[in-house]
């Protein structure tokens, strides 16, 4: 609830000044981008140079690194700056203040989840130059934002649009904001929940396989039956910022609350956003070069402009380049001349739902070891544009935020989680072990990593490789962490493990080492008393990418290049597998295992085969089986069910090798062999035939002329993107792009099911070939600038959609020698 800061209770009223806003004229582009300029700042020591290659990477020279870091924020700012307020304004609650009072809610709920506490230890937590280098980061991107409010015509264009103006940054800002870290699987213990309310927790497992091997139990004291729209103010804090024409506020699509707002903001009952990420090293013993050579690809949500920025900082005693994220200082993923470095999703769970009993007496206490303990109160004032302030009462349990309250029931809910814990501002651990200059470094700055938890790969220039994951690690000393616990005091964090314990690799026998979110805690870890997770991703990235390193032969920077865009569809040849043995009952299936049974599994753009393979398994397939398995349960999983055991229990029936699974045909198949072979081909068989009709309709009668591509499309969306018209749409968004690939090929894509459009996957790529750093290649789709007049912002896009790359230059006589642009910071005197 809101309320004025001097008064009572207000109604909060629709803010009806986006449609003027829209009528603006948005086709106005900015100038023509100078190839030379030059600004007098203030709080420079010495000059500074920034040369902007072909590419739009720039290359920021400094002769000290105060300056370095500051001109890094000034060129973010140059090249991101409404990316950049807009990506502040949402972590730090303060979007209702230029763009009305519709979204108060989401400000509201973004405060929640603000790091609140001591500084002096978060800024120790990440080393002994994070402190100084995020204030030379903030200054310069104040710098530039003076700029632009004295010189409007160098304003964004989305500042006109909007009528406002860019704030000033503390160095606070940086790390105080957690919400835009990748999170866990607080969604999934939601949904994990709903199958214990109706009696069947291992139904679950359809959804969602444990691995290790786990059976998951109701920890005692639960009420498993939480009401609906419980993670609504979770889900605001966490998800970006979309305008909507009429109202000038999110768009979104479903959900409930008990918030007075909640009518106004509906929310999405799924997060179909499945991120993820490649990466692997290479010994040079395994290279045609001789070198090692390391390759990245992080999986993460399609925008415009790119979640991703790549830059290059000089100066001396540190001289790094690749990517990071444009509001943070440092690179998180590339090299520093010295050694070589990549990240990727490591499911360690940092998150629980705490749920409590609120006092029938007295609703601001709640039950904690047999007391009533009083809420912690926040009051936190919002500015609201045209509107007087108002301000709202945050409330905190020790465990963390409450974001819900059930009154009929007199229950609170609050999350508490690690990455509110001190030095865990996602990838910001970065400005360390940027600068380490061998393993042993480089391990020790990764014992701090906090969040997100990850798999960090490891190349350097004396031919040595490695693999160390970092995270922060809650000790869950008697459950599990897969449900809601009671917040009675009976679940507490028994501290946190050790980053020592974790398990690492160097120089490993093979040669090479890879990960793609896959479960990798070998056998031997005792991950029994060390419950880091049991959630993980369906492995075929990482079985087909062991499959392709793991051959006798030696890998050229192409080799890794080609990998990156792999769409070989390993759940494509199982599934085929099993088709072969079947019998088509009828034309339509006869057709349709014509063109599956005739397929390489390649999941090409232009294929016929991928198109209504993709169908048949997300449309058809995937809804029936889980109908069959879950009958009326089947309404809890919105998402794909665990590819993984889906495989597993239709392969069963044929008698094939199941691996480790231990699967056998479940009874919903029948209760005899025989019965449930039929039943299953029936299932089989029946999808397939409705997929192919799907397809008829969709792409006409004439199979030869279906393609995945026309089906499947890469949208770069720009938080403009529903705002506009169609036309003036153009100016902002990149694409739609034909594409292949799919949730399980290398080349990863997940996409909406409603409409196959793209939602995440590897929009920046690199491979790098350690020692020969001018050699090493890259891309950022759709572009490096996140100015839609720039010819950097959507220069990259058709580059990447066809698997092609830019070389990531790192010595200067090269970089002179692909300028394009030329920009110089100089002391103001």
């Known amino acids: 609830m809101f309320y004025p800061a001097h008064a009572s209770a207000l109604e909060v009223k629709k803010n009806n000044t986006a449609q003027q806003v829209i009528q603006k004229d948005t086709s106005t582009r900015a100038p023509q981008q100078q190839l030379q300029q030059s600004w007098q700042v203030k709080e420079l020591q010495q000059p500074v140079q920034i040369l902007v290659d072909h590419w739009g990477v720039p290359h920021i020279y400094a002769k000290n690194q105060d300056d370095l870091f500051f001109a890094q924020g000034f060129n973010a700012a140059r090249d991101r700056l409404f990316q950049l307020d807009l990506w502040r304004r949402r972590g730090l609650g303060q979007l209702s203040e230029v763009f009305g009072a519709s979204f108060l809610e989401q400000d509201r709920a973004a405060r929640l989840f603000l790091y609140r506490g001591d500084m002096h230890k978060e800024w120790a937590a990440y080393g002994q130059h994070a402190e100084q280098l995020s204030k030379r980061f903030v200054a310069g991107i104040n710098a530039y934002v ?64 444990l691995s290790p091997t786990w059976i998951t139990k109701v920890p005692e004291g639960l009420d498993p039956c939480l009401p609906d729209g419980i993670l609504r103010q979770f889900t605001l804090a966490t998800q970006n910022v979309e305008f909507d024409a009429n109202t000038l506020r999110l768009s979104q699509t479903a959900g409930s609350s008990n918030d007075t707002l909640a009518q106004q903001t509906p929310l999405p009952t799924t997060d179909e956003r499945q991120e993820g990420s490649n990466n692997w090293v290479i010994a040079p013993s395994k290279t045609s070069t001789g070198r090692a050579i390391l390759a990245n690809d992080p999986h993460r949500a399609y925008s415009a402009p790119s979640l991703r920025y790549i830059a290059h900082l000089s100066a001396p005693g540190l001289d790094v380049i690749g990517a990071g994220e444009p509001a943070l200082p440092g690179i998180s993923i590339g090299h520093n001349g010295t050694i070589a470095f990549g990240l990727t999703i490591m499911s360690i769970d940092q998150e629980d739902l705490y749920v409590y009993e609120i006092n029938p007496a007295n609703k601001m206490q709640y039950k904690y070891r047999g007391k009533w303990e009083n809420f912690k109160k926040q009051v936190e004032v919002f500015q609201v544009k045209d509107r007087t302030a108002l301000q709202s009462e945050l409330l905190f349990t020790r465990h963390g935020p409450v974001i819900f309250q059930e009154a009929n029931k007199n229950r609170a809910f609050a999350v508490r989680t690690g990455w509110l814990q001190a030095g865990m501002a996602p990838y910001f651990g970065s400005v360390d072990y940027m600068r380490a200059q061998n393993f042993s470094q480089f391990k020790k700055a990764m014992l701090h990593w906090g969040a997100p938890t990850e798999n960090q790969v490891y190349a350097d220039v004396k031919g040595n490789i490695g693999w160390v994951p970092g995270g922060l690690t809650p000790i869950r000393p008697n459950w599990d962490g897969l449900l809601p616990v009671p917040g009675d005091g009976r679940y507490e964090w028994a501290g946190f493990l050790s980053g020592d314990k974790l398990p690492s690799s160097y120089n490993p026998k ?47 920077l192409e080799d890794s290049m080609q990998l990156q865009n792999d769409v070989l569809s390993l759940p494509a040849q199982r599934l085929t597998a099993i088709l072969k043995t079947l019998k088509a009952n009828d034309e339509v299936t006869q057709k349709a295992l014509q063109v599956l049974l005739n397929w390489n599994h390649i999941e090409s753009a232009d294929s016929a085969a991928a198109a209504l393979f993709q169908v048949w398994l997300t449309q058809t397939l995937a809804p029936a089986y889980k109908e069959l398995m879950l009958d009326h349960l089947a309404i809890h999983v919105a998402t794909m069910p665990d590819m993984t055991r889906m495989l597993d229990n239709l392969e069963s029936m044929n008698g094939i090798n199941v691996g480790n699974s231990g699967a056998s045909y479940p009874t919903q198949f029948g209760n005899n062999p025989q019965q449930a072979k039929t039943a299953r081909d029936t299932l089989l068989l029946n999808s397939l035939a409705a997929a192919y009709k799907k397809l008829e309709l969709s792409q006409g009668m004439d199979n030869k002329n279906w393609r995945w591509g026309n089906l499947q499309k890469t949208l770069f969306a720009h938080p403009f993107s529903k705002m506009l018209d169609s ?103």
């Not at 790529?765 to 007049?789: F, H, K, L, M, T």
Request: aromatic share 12%; proline share 7%.
């Open 510 to 556: 093979n040669a090479w080492f890879a990960s793609a979110n896959e479960m990798n805690l070998p056998k031997s870890y005792p991950y029994r008393d060390r419950k880091l997770g049991f959630e993980w991703p369906y492995p075929a990235r990482y079985q087909r990418i062991a499959d392709v390193l793991s051959q006798d032969k030696k890998f050229s």
């Open 146 to 209: 003076d700029y632009v409010h004295k010189n409007r015509d160098a304003l964004p264009i989305e500042f006109k649009t909007l009528n406002y103006l860019p704030a000033h940054w503390l160095a606070e800002d940086v790390v105080r904001i957690r919400s835009h870290g990748l999170t866990r699987n607080l969604t999934s213990e939601i949904t994990r929940a709903k199958f214990a309310c109706d009696g069947n927790l291992s139904a679950d497992e359809v959804r969602q396989r």
């Open 727 to 829: 036309t003036s749409r153009t100016q902002f968004d990149v694409g739609p792009l034909a594409r292949g690939g799919s949730a399980n090929t290398v080349n990863q894509s997940t996409y909406r099911l409603t409409d196959f459009i793209q939602l995440n996957g590897p929009s920046f790529r690199v491979v790098i070939d350690v020692g020969n750093w001018d050699n090493s290649r890259a891309v950022n789709a759709p572009g490096q600038s996140g100015d839609p007049s720039s010819p950097h912002y959507r220069d990259l896009a058709e580059q990447w959609a066809k698997g092609e790359y830019f070389p990531l230059l790192y010595s200067k006589p090269v970089v002179e020698k692909n300028t394009r642009q030329r920009f110089e910071l100089v002391p103001l005197k």
